[in-house]
C-alpha cells in the first residue's frame, strides 16, 4: 500500500509499506477520507509538539474514515464492508483512568499520528474493532473522518455543561471553535458569542449559527460584562483566555481547549469570589456514538467544513493550505 511518510520537517515522501498485520480484535480499514488537523502542521513544520518528538519517519493524520476490508480472529465477519469513522486512540484497557471511564487520560495512550504511532495518510490502517464505528449511508466519508473534531466539541460542551438556555462565549473560530459553536447549540444554547481576530472566520461563525461575533482588536472584551453561563477558550491565544474569564458569571466554568501558553497568569481572587470552575480538556472520551447521531440528525453540519480535498502525493500541499484563514477544513483522500 502506499503511505505520506514525514521523514524530516517539511518533508514527505509517498513510500510503499505492507500491510499491517491484524491483532485478533482488530480490523483493517482501508481509507477514505482524513481530516487535516493543526497538530499535522505542527509536526511537519517544527518536527514536534512541546515533549512529542519525530524521531524516526511518521505518517500523520488522524482524524480518519474508511470501509473495513479484513477482520482480525475475534471481530465478527460479518462487519466486513462496513463504512466506519476511526477512534485514532488505544488506551491501556487495565489503566486505572481507563477503568474509570477516563480512557484518555491514560497515560500510556497510544494516539495515531502521535510519535512514534503512525496515524492515518496512507491506503489502509488497522484500528481495534470497538474503535471503528459504524456511520449510515447518509453521512460522508469527509463527514466520517471529521468525528474526530466533533469529538473535541462534544468533550468541551460536556465539561462546560451546557444544557438547554446557556450562554457561551467561544473565543477563536478556527474550525474546533466553529464546531464548538455548533455544538453549543445542539446541546441546547440559546445564545453563542464567538470571537475572532479575523473577519473571514467571524464570518464563517455567523453561516454556521452563532449569533453574535465579537472582534476583539475593536471591543474592550476585558468590560464586555456580558455574564455567560459557559466559556470554551478555542484559540489558545492568551488574551483570549484572560479578557474572556472576566465574562463569566457566578458559578460559570471555562474549557480551555486552545492549546498556546504553558503558564499564564489568572485572575485568582474573581476565580475565587465567582466560584468558576476552570478546567481543560485533553481529546475525549466516549464521543463517537454521540458525534454520529449529531450529523445524522442534522444538528451538526461538518460537510460544509471542508474546504479542500487533495490526494496521496499532495499531503505537503494539504498541510499548507489548511493554515490558510480562508481555509477551515481540509481532506485528504487517499484512494484519490
Ligand atoms: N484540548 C484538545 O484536546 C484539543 C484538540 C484539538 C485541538 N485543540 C486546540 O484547539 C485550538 C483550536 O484549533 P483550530 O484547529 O480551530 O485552530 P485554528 O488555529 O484554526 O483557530 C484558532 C483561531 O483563533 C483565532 N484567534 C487568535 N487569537 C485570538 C484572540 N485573541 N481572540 C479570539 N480569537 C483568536 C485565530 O484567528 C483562529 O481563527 C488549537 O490551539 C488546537 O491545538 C485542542
Redesign the pocket.
Known amino acids: 500500500m502506499k503511505a505520506s511518510v514525514l521523514v524530516r520537517p517539511r518533508s514527505v515522501e509517498v513510500e510503499s509499506r505492507p500491510l499491517p498485520e491484524l491483532e485478533a480484535d482488530e480490523v483493517l480499514v482501508r481509507i477514505s477520507a482524513v481530516g487535516v488537523?493543526?497538530?499535522d502542521v505542527h509536526y511537519f513544520n517544527e518536527g514536534r509538539i512541546g515533549d512529542f518528538v519525530v524521531k524516526s519517519p511518521l505518517v500523520l493524520g488522524h482524524e480518519a474514515a474508511g470501509t473495513i476490508v479484513a477482520v482480525g480472529t475475534a471481530v465478527n465477519p460479518g462487519r466486513l464492508g462496513e463504512r466506519v469513522s476511526i477512534e485514532p486512540q488505544r488506551p491501556n484497557p487495565h489503566s486505572k483512568q481507563t477503568l474509570a471511564g477516563a480512557y484518555n487520560l491514560d497515560p500510556s495512550m497510544e494516539f495515531y499520528a502521535t510519535p512514534p504511532v503512525d496515524g492515518a495518510f496512507m491506503e489502509y490502517v488497522k484500528i481495534q474493532s470497538h474503535f471503528a464505528f459504524a456511520v449510515p449511508d447518509e453521512i460522508s466519508d469527509e463527514a466520517a473522518a471529521l468525528m474526530e473534531?466533533l469529538s473535541?466539541g462534544i468533550?468541551a460542551m460536556q465539561k462546560a455543561q451546557v444544557t438547554p438556555g446557556a450562554r457561551v462565549l467561544i473565543?477563536?473560530?478556527?474550525?474546533?471553535?466553529i464546531i464548538c459553536a455548533q455544538v453549543a447549540k445542539a446541546y441546547g444554547a440559546t445564545e453563542v458569542i464567538v470571537?475572532?481576530?479575523?473577519g473571514q472566520?467571524r464570518e464563517k461563525a455567523l453561516h454556521f449559527g452563532a449569533d453574535r461575533v465579537i472582534d476583539?482588536m475593536s471591543t474592550d472584551m476585558v468590560n464586555l460584562g456580558l455574564d455567560v453561563d459557559a466559556f470554551i477558550e478555542?484559540?489558545?491565544?492568551t488574551?483570549?483566555l484572560q479578557s474572556g474569564i472576566r465574562n463569566v458569571a457566578p458559578a460559570g466554568r471555562i474549557v480551555l481547549?486552545?492549546?498556546?501558553a504553558d503558564e499564564v497568569a489568572l485572575p485568582i481572587s474573581l476565580i475565587q469570589s465567582k466560584e468558576l470552575v476552570v478546567t481543560?480538556?485533553?481529546?475525549y472520551a466516549n464521543t463517537w456514538p454521540i458525534a454520529i447521531d449529531l450529523v445524522r440528525t442534522g444538528k451538526v453540519d461538518l460537510d460544509s467544513l471542508v474546504t479542500g480535498v487533495y490526494g496521496l502525493a499532495e499531503v505537503p500541499q494539504a498541510l499548507l493550505n489548511s493554515t490558510k484563514?480562508e481555509s477551515m477544513k481540509t481532506i485528504v483522500r487517499p484512494g484519490v
Do not use: E, Y
Not at 473565543?171 to 471553535?177: C, N, R, Y
Not at 470571537?195 to 479575523?198: A, G, P, Q, R, T
Not at 481543560?280 to 481529546?283: A, M, P, V, Y
Open positions: 488537523c493543526g497538530s473534531p473535541v468533550a473565543t477563536g473560530a478556527g474550525p474546533i471553535g470571537s475572532d481576530l479575523n472566520r476583539p478555542a484559540s489558545g491565544a488574551p483570549a481547549v486552545g492549546m498556546g481543560g480538556i485533553f481529546r484563514p
